[in-house]
Structure formats: structure tokens, C-alpha cells
């Protein structure tokens, strides 16, 4: 019995192997006859080519899609380095600016500084100022380890822009010339005009957008105008005489003919001060 399936096996084996050397041996000759159409070829074909594209097409979307979101990525992360880059260009300007405005306000305190012949000038930084009291007054990083008084003239430009009025250890509280509260002590100052002749007198106000000192209680006749230089005077013994104020830009007259109004331009920057010079008397 066993001998028998064993006999059936081996004729399995070779009818198998006959027909797959039959296949071989037709497949060849069809495709060697040229007159012939190849129509199992043919059918063979269109299945490969059909299962081809069923396969194909699903990856090639893929493959597209993840190139797409590739490069869309690698888009988003340039944006990224460029907006980077513009900040970081925009911070460089910023302090760029900062630096040469600082470097000319050093400057113009340095002139300032060597112009004080008389005077011992201390360089201090403006360390506040209260949006309140923008045009009133402003504190300093400097006070009495500096050798800082109450009462000594503050300047900044080209010319005076306050005295301090409070003194601690390491700062100072300055009341500038602008400001024309109540309580402020009022600058006493005087125009010499071409002449030689003076008009004494006191700032009364200031014109926050005309950048504008206002002198008044002016009791004089004597004629000034456009362009005169207008100093301390020295009068009340609070401010030193002879420090620059400003320049009269303009003036108005009353009905006799007085001088009641005068408007000076001053010589240093009220509204933005970063560094300023206080004179010690030397």
C-alpha cells in the first residue's frame, strides 16, 4: 500500500514537470512567430500593468504628498531664520541709534564741560523722570558721595535746563527751568542786548509743544528782539549769574509799549535728556 502512493507521487511529479517544460516550450514559440498574435501576452500584460497602476498611483500621491509637507517644512522653517534675521536687524538698529544718540549727548557734555571755566562739572545719568512730572523734574544718578548740593545749576547741550533741588546719597532730584507750577522757585534770568543794555526778568511758563520758555515781569523799556542771548542773573542768589539759557526767538508788547512777553528758545533739550552736568562752584 505504501509502495503504491509512493509510485503515485513520482507520476505527480513528472506529468508537473512535463507541463511546465510544455508552458515554457509554447511560450517561446509563440513569442518567436512574429505573425502571431501574443494574446496570452497580451492578457498577461494588461493584468501586470493594470495591477501596476492600482499600486502605483496610490504611492505616487503619497510619495507626492510627503514631499509636498517636506517642502512646505523646510519653506516654514526659512520664513522662520528670515523673520529671525529681520528682528535681530531691527534690535542692531535700535541700539545702533542708541548709541550715537548717547554718543552725541557725551559729546555735547564734553563741549558743555570745558566751557565751564569756573565750575567743577559732575556728569551724571538721568536714572527717572514721571510721565507726570515729564516738564517739572527728574532724578539723577549722582548725590552727596558725589559731591552734589542742594541748589546747584544743572545743565545739558548747550545750556542750563534746571538746578537741584534734593540731594540723597546716590541721587539727586532736579527741578528744571521748564517747570511752572505753583511751587516751583522761579529762574531768574536777563537779556543783553546789542547794545550792552540788560533786561532783567523771571520764567513764567513754557509751551510743552513749542518747546518754549516764556519770560515775564519784565519793568524795562529797554528794546530786544529776535536773536538776543538771554542768561542767568544771578538775582535771588539761588542760580549762579552768567549761565546760558536760550535765545528770544520772539516778543510782545503791552499798551505802553513794554516788553511783557518774551519767548525763548532753550539751548538745552528739555524734553529728552539722558545726561546732564551739574556745576559745582569751584
Known amino acids: 500500500m505504501h509502495r503504491f502512493f509512493s509510485n503515485r507521487r513520482l507520476v505527480i511529479i513528472a506529468v508537473g514537470i512535463i507541463t511546465c517544460l510544455g508552458l515554457l516550450t509554447l511560450s517561446v514559440t509563440v513569442r518567436n512567430r512574429r505573425t502571431t498574435p501574443p494574446i496570452i501576452q497580451q492578457f498577461g500584460n494588461d493584468v501586470a500593468g493594470f495591477a501596476d497602476r492600482v499600486v502605483s498611483v496610490p504611492v505616487g500621491g503619497v510619495g507626492a504628498g510627503v514631499n509636498s509637507i517636506s517642502q512646505l517644512l523646510s519653506t516654514y522653517d526659512e520664513n ?15 541700539r545702533l541709534q542708541t548709541t550715537e544718540n548717547e554718543n552725541k549727548e557725551l559729546r555735547s557734555e564734553a563741549k558743555l564741560n570745558n566751557s565751564l571755566i569756573d565750575y567743577q562739572p559732575i556728569t551724571a545719568g538721568v536714572i527717572a523722570r514721571t510721565p507726570s512730572a515729564w516738564q517739572n523734574q527728574l532724578v539723577i544718578g549722582k548725590g552727596k558721595t558725589s559731591g552734589i548740593k542742594k541748589n546747584m545749576p544743572v545743565l545739558a547741550g548747550k545750556g542750563l535746563i534746571g538746578r537741584v533741588i534734593e540731594v540723597n546719597q546716590t ?12 511751587t516751583a522757585n522761579r529762574f531768574a534770568i536777563q537779556v543783553t542786548n546789542a547794545g550792552g543794555e540788560t533786561v532783567n526778568g523771571i520764567v513764567t511758563g513754557y509751551d510743552k509743544d513749542k518747546n518754549l520758555l516764556e519770560m515775564g515781569q519784565i519793568t524795562t523799556k529797554v528794546a530786544i528782539k529776535k536773536g538776543d542771548k538771554v542768561t542767568t542773573s544771578g538775582l535771588g542768589g539761588v542760580t549762579p549769574k552768567g549761565l546760558f539759557v536760550g535765545t528770544i526767538v520772539s516778543t510782545s508788547s503791552d499798551d505802553y509799549g513794554l516788553a511783557n512777553k518774551v519767548y525763548i528758545k532753550p539751548a538745552g533739550n528739555l524734553g529728552t535728556v539722558n545726561v546732564v552736568t551739574v556745576a559745582a562752584k569751584q
Do not use: C, P, R, Y
Open 171 to 182: 541721587n539727586s532730584k532736579v527741578e528744571l527751568i521748564s517747570d511752572d507750577t505753583d
Open 80 to 94: 522662520q531664520k528670515l523673520k529671525q534675521q529681520v528682528d535681530q536687524m531691527a534690535q542692531d538698529k535700535v
